[in-house]
């Protein structure tokens, strides 16, 4: 359908990974060595991701889901538990919940960024008694960082812990009411943070995740729960026969990644700043050239994203724009060989979370971000003459 119109340019996709000589090398020299999985290549990802989020701590796993549960499962989240999220995120936000057994409790967005409304969030806690709801579980959606040092002061007084999905945001950041720039996933707010590698996400190992803290005794326990529960430190062992000796001491997973992916996220992570760089200047274009434009209403940046000098936090891992008919120019862009998507299906109207009671009303300002928004490409090596493209097409359609 799209060839005819663009024959000699090749698809443009919203989002999609960018790997190098060194990257490739990364990995055969991983391949080439003695651990394909549980070798230096972890640690040393592991390291280097902490340092670059600002974080004491942080956990490779397999994907971002698995960051989740995992998270989910470290915190306590049981049938007992309801935890709050928005219903404007990937499924796997909501979804770790539910494979603890707990109730998801969703949340209305602020219709200014889409993302979870704070003020929403302190009426639901102020609505029951203390202890009916155990977390909260805030989206820096699109690469916009909430403030989450409003979510942990309602945590706080509400005696909630905080799980910061920061899948879309690293490198991002918001500045809090010290005027002091706090980097996503740094966990100085949150109790813990996630990340995922896939490979729309900034850095990519195909599959991959991360899970990064503050604190040592999260820390401990997430390490036991990746690889089946299981330890094999003789400080934390009840019983010792030897130099065999192991303990399963709850049950966990398999949720390891393997060290050829770490190898990449390495590699990949010396790259991050530049193709952060990369996507604020993308978004400028964009920004420049919808302003002013009627119809087109580019999604809002939390004010609390800015640093004194003016630069955003914001991470740009999606751009979103929103217009009156979003079908139509979905459909016209991709005549045009745009792969445009919509971000996202609000969680709560999936035919599971129907089951659940949820359904379509529920969240009035998720269902109208949802009916108007489309995000366009965005990734480092999205070229200018494909970005004017993008431009032109919108333009096109729209006016
Ligand atoms: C991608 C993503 C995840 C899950 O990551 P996977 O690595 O795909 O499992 C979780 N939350 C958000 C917001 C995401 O975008």
């Keep these: 359908m799209s060839s005819e119109f663009r024959t000699n340019i090749k698809p443009i996709p919203y989002g999609r990974q960018h790997i190098t000589e060194d990257d490739i090398q990364a990995v055969i020299e991983t391949l080439q060595s003695d651990y394909l999985t549980q070798g230096p290549k972890v640690v040393e990802f592991e390291r280097a991701f902490a340092a670059y989020v600002g974080a004491e701590y942080a956990v490779a796993v397999s994907n971002g889901t698995a960051a989740l549960h995992l998270a989910a499962l470290a915190l306590g989240v049981n049938e007992q538990s309801r935890v709050i999220t928005t219903p404007i995120t990937f499924a796997a936000s909501a979804n770790c919940v539910r494979y603890c057994g707990g109730t998801v409790a969703f949340a209305d967005i602020d219709p200014e960024t889409a993302l979870l409304d704070v003020d929403k969030v302190k009426q639901m806690l102020e609505s029951k008694p203390k202890g009916y709801y155990a977390g909260i579980i805030p989206v820096d959606f699109a690469g916009n960082p909430v403030n989450l040092e409003a979510f942990r002061r309602l945590a706080d007084e509400h005696g909630l812990w905080v799980i910061e999905d920061a899948a ?232």
């Design 168 to 399: 879309h945001s690293p490198g991002g950041y918001f500045v809090d009411s010290k005027g002091e720039k706090q980097l996503c996933g740094n966990g100085n707010y949150a109790n813990l943070a996630i990340f995922s590698f896939h490979p729309v996400k900034h850095i990519a190992t195909g599959e991959g995740g991360m899970i990064t803290t503050n604190d040592g005794k999260l820390y401990n326990e997430l390490l036991k729960l990746r690889t089946h529960g299981i330890t094999r430190d003789p400080n934390l062992m009840e019983e010792n026969h030897g130099g065999w000796y192991m303990e399963m001491q709850e049950l966990g997973y398999n949720y390891r990644i393997p060290d050829m992916l770490c190898a990449l996220g390495i590699s990949q992570l010396q790259r991050a700043d530049a193709g952060l760089a990369r996507r604020k200047e993308i978004a400028n274009v964009y920004d420049n050239a919808f302003e002013g434009s009627p119809g087109i209403e580019v999604l809002g940046t939390n004010p609390d994203a800015f640093d004194a000098a003016g630069e955003t936090g914001h991470a740009y891992h999606l751009y979103v724009i929103r217009v009156e008919d979003r079908k139509g120019l979905y459909d016209f862009l991709r005549e045009h060989g745009i792969f445009a998507q919509v971000h996202y299906i609000p969680a709560h109207t999936m035919p599971y979370y129907r089951g659940l009671g949820y359904g379509k009303g529920d969240f009035p300002e998720a269902e109208h971000y949802y009916s108007q928004c489309l995000s366009l490409p965005m990734y480092p090596t999205l070229t200018q003459q494909e970005q004017e493209f993008v431009i032109e097409k919108v333009k096109e359609f729209v006016g």
